[in-house]
Every structure is written in structure tokens, then in C-alpha cells.
T-cell receptor, first 115, second 111 residues
Framework: SAVISQKPSRDICQRGTSLTIQCQVDSQVTMMFWYRQQPGQSLTLIATANQGSEATYESGFVIDKFPISRPNLTFSTLTVSNMSPEDSSIYLC????????????FGPGTRLTVT | AQRVTQPEKLLSVFKGAPVELKCNYSYSGSPELFWYVQYSRQRLQLLLRHISRESIKGFTADLNKGETSFHLKKPFAQEEDSAMYYCALRHGSSNTGKLIFGQGTTLQVKP
């Protein structure tokens, strides 16, 4: 398995501000992903965090709004920029260790509320 | 388009009753199907995957390509099975690792 931590675990932010969420894994992983779970909804993939290069974003998500970094094989950050109340969600980091078809592990999530 | 559908938001059963959580998918290739579970105040975790063809905590799920379904079943529900269950799909031959999740079903097992 993989031990994944996220910081912060929760935050309340004002609209127009930005928040950076950190994801730390206890050992090197092949792939890292960022998901969003809006209230009462399922998980939606935001992007794949690529080590040393720009993230790969899913349809409907853009780098200006959700800049992502992955400087090494165990760490990634997601920034939610210029926040609005619609950004209130749980943001989850997930990782795959080994082959890309291996099990995907999820972090505990960051609960973001935008007022 | 790739899609995973879980038609029930809430499924409530009594302890000892059989459980079936429905999952249907839309995908033209060879998908991998998974069931993830999230217990109260815990993180999302893998319950089972169709390629393993195993039983975990008494749960089984069979991939039915004809009906494009991957329903999760347990013959006798336990109170500790109460949780949120998500069905998910991954492209079988892709190297992207991406998962597509259904809407989730809350299973409530009453004593």
C-alpha cells in the first residue's frame, strides 16, 4: 500500500483568494492524480500530475485555475486559484505505484469551503 | 462516451439480508471495473476489481459484458458494511491509469 498525506485537511477561504494543497507519499510512485468531489457528487478527475513537466488536464479544467506541480516522485501540489463558492469541494490526491494498471490509492482529502 | 452509472443513491437493508449494489457502464473498449468503498471518517479504498475475481469481506462482483454491468453482491449484509460504495472504470489497455467514477451508493445496514 501507499501512505498518503494531504495538507491542509480542511480550510475556509474567502472568494478571490488562492489555496495550495500538498500531497506527500511515503515512497516513490508512478502516477499521481488530483480529483475533486463536489458536495453530493462523485469524484471527477482534474488532472494527472507529471513529474518534471506540465500536468495533463481533463476536459473542463485548465492550468490557470488549477496549477499543479510535481517536482519529484513523492510530492505534488494543487492550487485552486481565484476561488469562488463553486470551488467548495473535497480535493483528493491519488497515486499508483508500479505499473499503471496497479491499484490506485487515495489520500484523506482536503475539504475546502469558499465563502 | 465513457460513463459509469449507479442508479441508487441510497440502499437500505436489514442485517442478514442480501445486498446488490448496481453498476452499469458505457465503454466501447475493454474496461477494468472496480468497486471502491468509503467507511465513515475513512479514506476511499479499493474493495475489489473484476480481474481478480475474488471475494472481499463477503462481497463479489461479476463483469457482465453483455449487460455492461458490474453489480456488487453480498448474500448476508452486516452492520459494518454500512458505507459509501463507488463503482469505477479504467481503460483496460491504457497506460493513463485514469478512473471514471459512478455517483456512488450509500449502503445502510439496519440492525
Amino acid at each position: 500500500s501507499a501512505v498518503i498525506s494531504q495538507k491542509p485537511s480542511r480550510d475556509i477561504c474567502q472568494r478571490g483568494t488562492s489555496l495550495t494543497i500538498q500531497c506527500q507519499v511515503d515512497s516513490q510512485v508512478t502516477m499521481m492524480f488530483w480529483y475533486r468531489q463536489q458536495p453530493g457528487q462523485s469524484l471527477t478527475l482534474i488532472a494527472t500530475a507529471n513529474q518534471g513537466s506540465e500536468a495533463t488536464y481533463e476536459s473542463g479544467f485548465v492550468i490557470d485555475k488549477f496549477p499543479i506541480s510535481r517536482p519529484n516522485l513523492t510530492f505534488s501540489t494543487l492550487t485552486v486559484s481565484n476561488m469562488s463558492p463553486e470551488d467548495s469541494s473535497i480535493y483528493l490526491c491519488s497515486v499508483v505505484r508500479g505499473h499503471t494498471t496497479s491499484e490506485q490509492y487515495f489520500g484523506p482529502g482536503t475539504r475546502l469551503t469558499v465563502t | 462516451a465513457q460513463r459509469v452509472t449507479q442508479p441508487e443513491k441510497l440502499l437500505s437493508v436489514f442485517k442478514g439480508a442480501p445486498v446488490e449494489l448496481k453498476c452499469n457502464y458505457s465503454y466501447s473498449g475493454s474496461p477494468e471495473l472496480f468497486w471502491y468503498v468509503q467507511y465513515s471518517r475513512q479514506r476511499l479504498q479499493l474493495l475489489l476489481r473484476h480481474i481478480s475475481r475474488e471475494s472481499i469481506k463477503g462481497f463479489t462482483a461479476d463483469l457482465n459484458k453483455g449487460e455492461t454491468s458490474f453489480h456488487l453482491k453480498k448474500p448476508f449484509a452486516q452492520e459494518e458494511d454500512s458505507a459509501m460504495y463507488y463503482c469505477a472504470l479504467r481503460h483496460g489497455s491504457s497506460n493513463t491509469g485514469k478512473l471514471i467514477f459512478g455517483q456512488g451508493t450509500t449502503l445502510q445496514v439496519k440492525p
